[in-house]
């Protein structure tokens, strides 16, 4: 049976039911980026974390599931619904399997970068499930019963303040927390503004809103990405602290540091939307 093609159905389940809208996992928008960035037509729909294979958002179905290989077959965490389904689990594992597949470019990008935002990331997780979960809670349960939902909540809340423990974002005060961000926040900011400066320089045009890319380079690498994955779930999350002290993530994305929404503005009209309407 041959493999997935550019050409094969994709329907990627998001997690949420809003339809034309970015969702607040940075995993789902990287995603999406992906494929517009190749120019793929896909589908959206919601599924459910309960139906997700390994529990996670997002997830995939492609047409043409491939041939097992003589010496390993295929993965066992890869979940058929018949013959011709492909389901794939987990952002990263998608587009590693899309790109072996030749569904997607193989942008090669295993750069600095991306440590800084699974860094901002895990504070990023901190603030909204330690100070915001009752908010957090309700939107990604959403479509869990409400008595149930407070059970898992509580599951969810128990399992991620533990990992942040373990990976030591959660033994850090709320002043550090801040600060780590701003950090991480600034060096982006003045890795997007010499890539835009540089594509000024290079360009003929006299319009200030053209695309530029992370690394500066003339195509979108998989940093690209990764990071309008987690400017779009920053911008979009209503879980943060409105009215405080230290700023929060969003804050620090919004209104300090220049250069992060002009960058994801450019991507957004600029990758090509199959789905847009």
């Known amino acids: 049976m041959p493999s997935p093609s550019p050409s094969s159905k994709i329907t990627l389940y998001r997690g949420f039911p809003d339809q034309g809208q970015f969702t607040w996992s940075p995993f789902v928008t990287k995603l999406e980026a992906r494929l517009r960035f190749a120019g793929l037509s896909y589908e959206n729909r919601a599924g459910s974390i309960r139906e997700a294979p390994r529990g996670k958002i997002p997830y995939l179905a492609i047409r043409k599931k491939p041939s097992p290989s003589p010496s390993r077959g295929v993965s066992s ?12 689990a987990d952002s ?15 942008l090669n990008a295993r750069f600095g970068i991306v440590k800084l935002l699974t860094d901002t990331f895990m504070a990023k997780s901190r603030e909204r499930w330690t100070q915001n979960y009752y908010t957090m809670r309700d939107h990604v349960l959403a479509s869990v019963p409400y008595p149930l939902r407070v059970v898992v909540g509580l599951l969810v809340y128990r399992n991620i303040t533990h990992t942040l423990h373990g990976q030591g974002t959660g033994r850090y ?30 360009t003929t045009s006299d319009k200030n809103d053209e695309p530029f890319w992370l690394l500066a380079g003339d195509e979108p690498t998989e940093a690209d990405a990764t990071l309008f994955g987690f400017i779009i779930s920053t911008l979009v999350c209503t ?19 220049d250069g992060v929404t002009d960058f994801a503005w450019c991507i957004h009209t600029e990758a090509p939307n199959p789905n847009a309407s």
């Open 77 to 88: 965490d890869d979940n058929d619904n018949d013959d011709d389904v492909h389901v794939l």
């Open 92 to 106: 990263t594992l998608i587009i590693k399997r899309l790109i072996e597949w030749g569904v997607l470019p193989d």
């Open 173 to 202: 005060t709320d002043d550090e927390i801040a600060s780590f961000q701003r950090e991480i926040w600034d060096c982006i900011s003045q890795v997007l503004s010499a890539a835009k400066a540089k594509a000024a320089k290079n």
């Open 239 to 257: 879980a943060y602290v409105r009215l405080s002290y230290p700023p929060t993530c969003l804050k620090i994305a919004r209104f300090f540091v």
